[in-house]
């Protein structure tokens, strides 16, 4: 079992950066595969996927939107996902989650993850 913490949410105008952290605890991390999902508060507006790094960290996967602006990464020895956020715009204003699922294929379902974390809300002006 795993256990996920979010870190490094915040505001930001449109155009900036952030990075994400997802710490986890655990001895097995490095068999997880971790993906990066959001969800507006908005009324109907679903959990997306946003990104995906597999266990050993040798292949990702990202939603058209954020490709090329986006990147996720990972080290297996401090058990920390990181999801690298440039050039951000308004839309990209969520809550921002990370799950983890030991040996996953790079799920983009949120019905593919058990484990989840709080999420940390990242805002985004215009």
């Known amino acids: 079992q795993v256990q996920l913490v979010e870190s490094g949410g915040g505001l930001v105008q449109a155009g900036g950066s952030l990075t994400l952290s997802c710490a986890a605890s655990g001895r097995t991390f490095s068999s997880y595969t971790v993906g990066w999902f959001r969800q507006a508060q908005a009324p109907g507006k679903e959990r997306e996927f946003v990104?995906?790094?597999?266990?050993?960290?040798?292949?990702?996967r990202y939603t058209d939107s954020v490709k090329g602006r986006f990147t996720v990464s990972r080290d297996n020895v401090k058990n920390t996902v990181y999801l690298q956020m440039n050039s951000l715009k308004p839309e990209d204003t969520a809550v921002y989650y990370c799950?983890?699922?030991?040996?996953?294929?790079?799920?983009?379902?949120?019905?593919?993850?058990?484990?989840w974390g709080q999420g940390t809300q990242v805002t985004v002006s215009s």
């Open positions: 990104a995906a790094i597999s266990w050993r960290g040798g292949n990702t």
């Open positions: 799950a983890a699922d030991q040996y996953r294929v790079l799920d983009t379902s949120p019905l593919g993850y058990h484990f």
